[in-house]
Each structure stands twice: as structure tokens, then as C-alpha cells.
């Protein structure tokens, strides 16, 4: 199976400043001029939310401010600038191989 | 607006079944891949079974044999039958749309929990 790992485990960042969370695959998860690794995000109480999919492609209605990059093992999601709606738990999970697998989430809260 | 609603979940005993279903509507239902995934009490994520379309199953080996998804097109409804359960299927179990390789959509989940 691949592995996810994510870091870091949680992060504190002020209102308006750029947050950075990574995800690094044991193996590549490329095909075909594609990566695919996908981010979502989760508030309490609620189930997990769409943010990118294929390592850069913002989903429909999600804020700009949410950008991804990445390519084979590593990947970040970026939020640039973070906003205090934005405290969440955030999950990386992969697609290139079954079974498709998540990472362990980074948690943003608000310094 | 896409919307999915899972039900069925509960108190279960280890060894026991339990069946779930996922009443999806918003969509054309019966032309996506759906999947259940569930978030374990660690908040650990885990796929746990599609289906394509045209009703091809897939599963990983944690709960091959033990678990079977179906669908209803007709009715709109996905299932998850779970049977030999085990305490480490304790999760929120949650129906979610995809869309190529991801998850689109999900529901709000329902609670399984396997406890004697």
C-alpha cells in the first residue's frame, strides 16, 4: 500500500499569513502525465470537503486562496492568506494505486 | 444539489452484520462510481469499497470477503453489507460520490460501532 505521511501534524498560523502543509507518497503516484493526489478538507462535525484534486486543480467554489503543487512523491497544499474560516483538519489521499489511501491530516488552527 | 444521506448504523456486536444505506439524490446516480470510506475514532480516513457504474466491486484486503457494496439504480440507493465485524470497524461511515479517482461528494456519515 502506498503511504501518506503528512506534516506537519498541526500548525498555528496568524490571520492573513500563507500556511504550508506537506504530503510525501512512499512511491510516486504519477500515471500518465498525471498525479494523483487529491486534498480535502474537514471541519468539526462535519465529513470531509473536496479542496484539489489531481495534485493542482482548485474544485468548483473553492476559494482561490487554496493552491496545490506537487509532483510523484511530494506535494503541498497552500492556503495564502488564511482566513479564520479556514481552521480545519486537512487530508491528502491518493488514487494511482489500490487501494486508494489518506494521510494520518494537519491540523490549522489560528495563532 | 447533490445530497447524501447514509443510515442504517449502531451498536453492533463483534461477529455481528449490519447493513447501510446511502439515499443519494441531486445527480444522475446511476451514472458514478460510489464508494464508502470511514474515519476511524483517531480520525484515521480508510477507503473501504466502490462500486463503477456498471457495477463493478472493488475492496482492500482489510475487508474483502466480509464486506459487499451494492446499488440500486432504480432507487437511487447504495449499500454496504458488513458482516464479521470486528471493534476496529468501528467508524463513521461515510457514502461518498467519485468522480474519476477522488471523492466529490460526501454524506454526513452514520456511527457504526462494534462492541460486545
Known amino acids: 500500500d502506498i503511504v501518506l505521511t503528512q506534516s506537519p501534524a498541526s500548525l498555528a498560523v496568524s490571520l492573513g499569513q500563507r500556511a504550508t502543509i506537506s504530503c510525501r507518497a512512499s512511491?510516486?503516484?504519477?500515471?500518465?502525465?498525471?498525479?494523483?493526489m487529491h486534498w480535502y478538507q474537514q471541519k468539526p462535525g462535519q465529513p470531509p470537503k473536496l479542496l484539489i484534486y489531481?495534485?493542482?486543480n482548485l474544485e468548483s467554489g473553492i476559494p482561490a486562496r487554496f493552491s496545490g503543487s506537487g509532483s510523484r512523491t511530494d506535494f503541498t497544499l497552500t492556503i495564502n492568506p488564511v482566513e479564520a474560516d479556514d481552521v480545519a483538519t486537512y487530508y491528502c489521499?491518493?488514487?494511482?494505486?489500490?487501494?486508494?489511501?489518506f494521510g494520518g491530516g494537519t491540523k490549522l488552527e489560528i495563532k | 444539489e447533490v445530497k447524501l444521506v447514509e443510515s442504517g448504523g449502531g451498536l453492533v456486536k463483534p461477529g455481528g452484520s449490519l447493513k447501510l444505506s446511502c439515499a443519494a439524490s441531486g445527480f444522475t446516480f446511476s451514472s458514478y462510481a460510489m464508494s464508502w470510506v470511514r474515519q476511524t475514532p483517531e480520525k484515521r480516513l480508510e477507503w473501504v469499497a466502490s462500486?463503477?457504474?456498471?457495477?463493478?466491486?472493488y475492496y482492500p484486503d482489510s475487508v474483502k470477503g466480509r464486506f459487499t457494496i451494492s446499488r440500486d439504480n432504480a432507487r437511487n440507493i447504495l449499500y454496504l453489507q458488513m458482516s464479521s465485524l470486528r471493534s476496529e470497524d468501528t467508524a463513521m461511515y461515510y457514502c461518498a460520490s467519485l468522480t474519476a479517482a477522488w471523492f466529490a461528494y460526501w454524506g454526513q456519515g452514520t456511527l457504526v460501532t462494534v462492541s460486545a
Open positions: 462500486i463503477s457504474s456498471g457495477g463493478s466491486t
Open positions: 512511491e510516486s503516484v504519477d500515471s500518465y502525465g498525471n498525479s494523483f
Open positions: 489521499q491518493q488514487s494511482n494505486e489500490d487501494p486508494y489511501t
Open positions: 489531481r495534485a493542482s
